[in-house]
């Protein structure tokens, strides 16, 4: 009779019944994800109405959620993120494309790595926001000196890791090639490059990250906009609310530009093994 029962019952009844174990373990490690943060805001918003956390040291998270309503319907929190989002890009563009150019011709020739390796690793190991001053001599207070001290700090994490990926390919790969009667240039184009494609994705992400440090500070140069201006601004006047809006939309853009070029990296590496199995 058991058997007759078992065989009677739907197929998709016994998929449910199974999945429905996972799925509630599912929703409750979202919820206790979610316990933590929401309690830590409940006894901040407690401890700034009772005064025990003073405006002056940082905003009530009502007061802040409020200001971010207030900068966003007045458009005042899109105009200064734009500003920064072309300075970022615009210093992303200009050293992602420079540190590409040296690590293609240090990696692809052993004269080339002699002329330029050694130079660029001597500018590396230099702070490259104590760099800040002679640029101000050099280019002035205007926007040039903003984006050429963020294309900077952006073409040595691109360097860096392009040349190793470059160097790093394997030579049977190399060696395969030229059996089948590839020139130099199709090993380049066909065997190394796709070989240090995710090298080149790895600098790129830490490239994202350099570019938003340097944002913060050279908007602090004489600007008068962007969201390091906004940081500056309300530092003067101590709008703790305003600062801290200023972190949460740096944190959710990086992680947004993160995810953007990861997604790239997939799409750009989908014929690799790797990332089909995934």
Same mark, same amino acid.
């Given at each position: 009779?058991?058997?007759?029962?078992?065989?009677?019952?739907?197929?998709?009844?016994?998929?449910?019944?199974?999945?429905a174990?996972?799925?509630?373990?599912?929703? /409750?490690? =979202?919820?206790?994800?979610?316990?933590?943060?929401? +309690? &830590?805001? @409940? $006894?901040?918003? %407690?401890?700034? *109405?009772?005064?025990?956390?003073?405006?002056?040291?940082?905003?009530?998270?009502?007061?802040?959620?409020?200001?971010?309503?207030?900068?966003?319907?007045?458009?005042?929190?899109?105009?200064?993120?734009?500003v920064s989002?072309?300075?970022?890009? /615009?210093? =992303?563009?200009?050293?992602?494309?420079?540190?590409? +150019? &040296?690590? @293609? $011709?240090?990696? %692809?020739?052993? *004269?080339?790595e002699?002329?330029?390796?050694?130079?660029?690793?001597?500018?590396?190991?230099?702070?490259?926001?104590?760099?800040?001053?002679?640029?101000?001599?050099?280019?002035?207070?205007?926007?040039?000196?903003?984006?050429?001290?963020?294309?900077?700090?952006?073409t040595?994490?691109?360097?860096?890791?392009?040349?190793?990926?470059?160097?790093?390919?394997?030579?049977?790969?190399?060696?395969?090639?030229?059996?089948?009667g590839?020139?130099?240039?199709?090993?380049?184009?066909?065997?190394?490059?796709?070989?240090?494609?995710?090298?080149?994705?790895?600098?790129?992400?830490?490239?994202?990250?350099?570019?938003?440090?340097?944002?913060?500070?050279?908007?602090?140069?004489?600007?008068?906009?962007?969201?390091?201006?906004?940081?500056?601004?309300?530092?003067?006047?101590?709008?703790?609310?305003?600062?801290?809006?200023?972190?949460?939309?740096?944190?959710?853009?990086?992680?947004?530009?993160?995810?953007?070029?990861?997604?790239?990296?997939?799409?750009?590496?989908?014929?690799?093994?790797?990332?089909?199995?995934?």
């Amino acid at each position: 009779m058991s058997r007759r029962s078992n065989a009677l019952v739907p197929p998709g009844t016994a998929l449910t019944a199974l999945l429905a174990p996972l799925r509630w373990k599912g929703w /409750s490690n =979202l919820g206790l994800r979610l316990v933590s943060p929401l +309690v &830590l805001l @409940l $006894l901040w918003e %407690l401890a700034s *109405r009772t005064g025990l956390l003073p405006a002056r040291i940082i905003a009530a998270p009502s007061a802040i959620g409020d200001t971010l309503w207030q900068m966003i319907a007045s458009g005042e929190l899109a105009g200064h993120l734009w500003v920064s989002l072309k300075r970022a890009l /615009s210093g =992303l563009a200009i050293g992602v494309s420079l540190g590409t +150019v &040296l690590a @293609l $011709l240090a990696g %692809l020739s052993r *004269r080339g790595e002699l002329i330029i390796d050694s130079p660029v690793q001597m500018l590396r190991t230099l702070p490259f926001l104590a760099i800040v001053p002679l640029f101000i001599l050099w280019f002035g207070v205007g926007e040039t000196p903003k984006i050429a001290l963020i294309a900077l700090g952006t073409t040595f994490p691109v360097y860096l890791t392009l040349f190793s990926g470059i160097r790093g390919v394997d030579p049977k790969l190399v060696e395969a090639g030229r059996l089948f009667g590839l020139s130099r240039l199709e090993l380049v184009v066909h065997v190394i490059l796709p070989g240090a494609l995710p090298s080149f994705f790895v600098g790129l992400r830490y490239a994202f990250g350099i570019s938003w440090l340097g944002l913060v500070v050279v908007e602090q140069i004489n600007a008068s906009a962007g969201l390091g201006y906004l940081v500056n601004d309300a530092r003067d006047f101590m709008r703790t609310d305003v600062i801290v809006i200023c972190l949460i939309v740096y944190s959710v853009l990086g992680l947004s530009i993160d995810a953007l070029v990861r997604l790239l990296e997939r799409l750009a590496l989908a014929w690799r093994p790797t990332f089909i199995r995934n």
